[in-house]
């Protein structure tokens, strides 16, 4: 029974650790940096520390056979343009599917962006250059804040007639918990498992 007991507290444990929500922060200024909160601990995915790496000659063949082309004309010699198309379409519906699901578990905190447009050149196509920008900018940010809400965003499109380079700073923040992530994930090695064999 305290066997029993255990267990289920650890099933407990567990759970209620993957209903608490990763956080990501993306940023943008020159280039991207993207970092996970969880807890107490941080992980930054973007910038990537470059690992320089030699590849031995047998490596890099073995790698050239195991390559994507090399498996996708293997697939295509065995089954037949029809067959693969079918299966792929199956497996991008599967995943198309799941990632709807998932986003809408997706909480968007913070959304910030600030466009400055570059006119130091010809000011009247600078100025034509703004008015479709500006439309285009403003009816996604309206569509995607339709879509989901956040607390606190801002987004300004600009135009410097002395600026020679465009600037953009963003910041954005998510949340989602892990638990409804493994869930869509299981979902979908479930589903494409078949498909994905195909590249063994």
Not at 22 to 44: G, K, N, P
Not at 48 to 67: I, M
């Amino acid at each position: 029974m305290v066997v029993l007991y255990v267990v289920l507290g650890a099933l407990l444990l567990l759970v209620l650790l993957l209903l608490i929500p990763v956080r990501v922060r993306v940023d943008f200024q020159e280039e991207f940096r993207i970092q996970l909160r969880y807890l107490f601990l941080r992980y930054t995915l973007l910038p990537a520390e470059e690992k320089p790496e030699e590849a031995t000659e047998q490596q890099e063949e073995e790698a050239s056979k195991n390559s994507f082309p090399t498996k996708l004309k293997q697939i295509l010699k065995r089954e037949g343009t029809a067959g693969f198309l079918k299966s792929l379409f199956e497996f991008v519906n599967l995943v198309k599917d799941s990632s709807q699901k998932f986003i809408s578990h997706v909480h968007l905190s913070q959304f910030d962006l600030y466009l400055c447009l570059d006119g130091a050149g010809d000011a009247s196509e600078a100025a034509i250059q703004y008015g479709e920008i500006s439309a285009a900018v403003y009816s996604a940010c309206g569509f995607l804040f339709g879509w989901k809400k956040c607390r606190r965003k801002a987004v300004l499109v600009d135009l410097n007639y002395k600026a020679e380079k465009s600037n953009v700073r963003f910041t954005c923040r998510l949340s989602a918990s892990p638990l409804f992530a493994l869930w869509e994930i299981l979902h979908v090695l479930k589903g494409g498992l078949p498909f994905l064999r195909k590249f063994r």
